[in-house]
């Protein structure tokens, strides 16, 4: 059982793995499209710079700060498809792939990590001590342990052995010969140098060690399921502020880029919102990151990291993943 137990430990290990190359490749694909809206962004920048230097209400200058604001983005666009085409390599190979196998994925969903923060952590800590395979596998190494101290107990007593034999020989037409045992034995061990004594007591030694080993993995599932819901709550509550960043940074972009093609606003104030809009998308979708990885890592505390975790995937979209 305790091995059985151990195996299942291995399992969710080896999907936890898979589920953050998962959500990795999900947002270093989504740092792509965000890469490309702000190199969008630049280029609008950019053009309205040469506008307005055309038109002679901007100098050389604002043409050359949008310029190098435009490369920076596509650099960091360039950055971004490498970083994405090396997180494809690594979902592949967790998922027992060659790593230049193409893989396409399917945006994730939301609704069990909802629940999950929504739960009462005291029921997660109870849920994790009856579902954490580790513990699990803990508990019956205990019980093998006390199975132990009964054999040896039972090793230093009495012994009773019934036995029997029977024979038969035919060597000659009509000449028979039987012959045949039975009896019982009682074995009494008188003294054996302490032998049982010793074994006995090595084997309570080793019980007390296991029941140690298990509180002690007991209050360490504990904290892993108040960490892990902590960090879920946190980054639950990071991302919807980073959605409300981006959606006041985008309205603070808009508003500069007007302002500068109408010849009221700086360069400077129009590179600054621009900046400023493209940090808020990559700082939300780092947050979507960290929340979905809380979101394996809670479930991995309480030890209800399967396939059903994600269920609402398959629900919520009509593609695949292959």
């Not at 280029?43 to 002679?56: E, I, N, T």
């Not at 037409?173 to 074995?187: F, Q």
């Not at 004594?197 to 080793?206: H, L, M, W």
């Not at 502020?241 to 309205?251: C, I, K, P, Y």
């Amino acid at each position: 059982f305790a091995a059985d137990w151990t195996h299942n430990a291995t399992l969710q290990l080896v999907l936890q793995d898979a589920a953050s190359a998962y959500f990795q490749l999900f947002a270093n694909e989504e740092a792509v499209a965000a890469a490309r809206t702000a190199e969008e962004s630049a280029l609008k920048s950019l053009d309205a710079a040469r506008a307005r230097q055309k038109a002679g209400a901007a100098t050389r200058a604002d043409v050359l700060q949008s310029q190098t604001a435009y490369s920076q983005s596509q650099l960091t666009r360039v950055q971004a498809e490498g970083d994405a085409a090396s997180a494809r390599g690594v979902l592949a190979n967790r998922v027992g792939l060659r790593s230049d196998r193409a893989v396409h994925i399917v945006p994730p969903a939301d609704l069990e990590a909802r629940r999950l923060a929504d739960a009462d952590v005291a029921q997660l800590v109870q849920a994790a001590a009856a579902r954490r395979p580790e513990l699990l596998s803990a508990d019956a190494t205990v019980r093998a342990a006390e199975s132990n101290v009964k054999v040896q107990e039972a090793a230093g007593r009495p012994t009773i052995s019934a036995f029997g034999t029977g024979t038969g020989t035919n060597n000659n037409p009509g000449v028979e010969s039987r012959a045949g045992t039975i009896g019982v034995s009682i074995s009494i061990p008188l003294f054996t140098g302490f032998q049982s004594t010793y074994r006995i007591r090595a084997a309570r030694e080793q019980l007390e060690q296991q029941q140690a080993t298990r509180d002690r993995l007991r209050n360490d599932v504990s904290l892993d399921v108040w960490q892990a819901y902590q960090q879920l709550r946190t980054q639950s509550q990071s991302l919807t502020t980073a959605g409300d960043l981006v959606a006041s940074a985008r309205e603070s972009y808009d508003v500069a880029l007007g302002r500068y093609k109408a010849g009221v606003g700086t360069v400077t104030d129009l590179l600054t919102a621009q900046t400023a809009l493209a940090n808020a998308n990559f700082q939300r979708i780092q947050a979507r990151f960290g929340w979905n990885v809380a979101k394996i890592t809670l479930a991995k505390a309480i030890g209800g990291l399967d396939a059903g975790l994600f269920a609402d995937n398959t629900a919520s979209s009509t593609g695949t993943t292959r």
